[in-house]
């Protein structure tokens, strides 16, 4: 029986990307809502929310680019040199925000500045992580005679790229709403409940000028999106979209449930990713390099599942342990310290 390693290879790299997003999104939305927040007792709330999960979620965001090196070398290759800007500026803004995480819990004189700090590289990260987004979506200029990138510093830089930058910040805060909304009580979680109503809208609309302006980037994403069965699929993935979002507005305000909205906005996110992943594929770098075409040789393939196969289990298990610990609502009188 023969498997398609390759396509494999993706798969796990393109849903360690997804189980990063989801999880460390609503962890960088939190840091950018807590510059809306002025009393320190709600800002400790927040950020012990978090604190026991918070540096396990980035775990995903090195298995995602240490597996895209090791199974798709030429990927790699090419993708880094053309977002080195962005993808640089999103490593500096986790340290910094890392640091400020611990330090601000170490002293009173400077816990304003360290504050500062987390806000932005809150902020800076997930700017960071839509504006890389939107560079690879919107294509890469290569030189396949030399395997190599062949364009400029700043051709990351363009107004699609920050629309998707902007969409990715206000999603995360979205995720990062509805998760205190899950983990909180009282008015802190009122103000959540009011600003996942307005982020909702926000991101909803975001995902339209993405969704309609993606297909006239690149021929292949336009022929794929407008041929017969694309423009049907398209439709289906839109009313899905739409619909999650109505249940979630539904579940915030109707029934005021606790878990179902942050539930439903990790599914719009899983839902935009797989719309994502089908406007991409096969191509690894639109529409330049297919997986295939980029892919390490079948025993390095194969070495690495290996290792895969033991490891990623581990860091399911932990990752949901950690969760199902420190699931309920954070207690006030309980901190991080």
Partial sequence: MSFDLTFIWAFLIALAVLIYVVLDGFDLGLGM????????????????????????????????GGGLFAAFPLAYALILPALYAPIIA????LIFRGVAFEF??????????WDIAFIGGSAVAALSQGIALGGLLQGIEI???????????WDWLTPFSVTVGVAVMVGYMLLGATWLVMKTTGDLQDRMR??????????VGFIGVVSLW???????????????WGIGLATLVGLAVLTLAGLMFRAL???????????????MFAL?????????????????????????????????LVGAGILLPIILAYTAYAYWVFRGKVDPEAGYH
């Avoid at 601000?104 to 500045?113: F, M, S």
């Avoid at 029934?255 to 990790?266: G, K, N």
């Avoid at 994502?276 to 075409?293: D, H, N, R």
Wanted: aromatic letters at 18%.
């Fill in 253 to 267: 305000y109707v029934h005021r449930h606790d878990y179902w909205p942050f539930i439903l906005a990790l599914a």
């Fill in 90 to 93: 999103m490593l500096l803004a």
């Fill in 214 to 228: 993606t297909p006239f980037l690149q021929e292949g994403y336009y022929s794929r999106w407008f041929s017969s």
């Fill in 33 to 64: 809502l807590f510059a809306a927040e002025r009393k320190r007792g709600d800002r400790d709330v927040m950020m012990n929310s978090v604190a026991p999960v918070w540096d396990g979620n980035e775990t995903w965001l090195v298995l995602g």
């Fill in 272 to 304: 935009c990713f797989v719309g994502l992943g089908m406007s991409m594929f096969p191509y690894i770098v639109p529409t330049e390099v297919t997986i295939y075409e980029a892919a390490a040789p079948r025993n390095a393939q194969i070495f690495m």
């Fill in 104 to 113: 601000r819990w170490r002293t009173e004189r400077w816990r304003g500045v």
């Fill in 194 to 203: 009011r600003r996942a109503w307005f982020l909702g809208v926000v991101t």
């Fill in 143 to 153: 030189d396949m005679t030399a395997r190599a990138y062949a364009g400029g510093w």
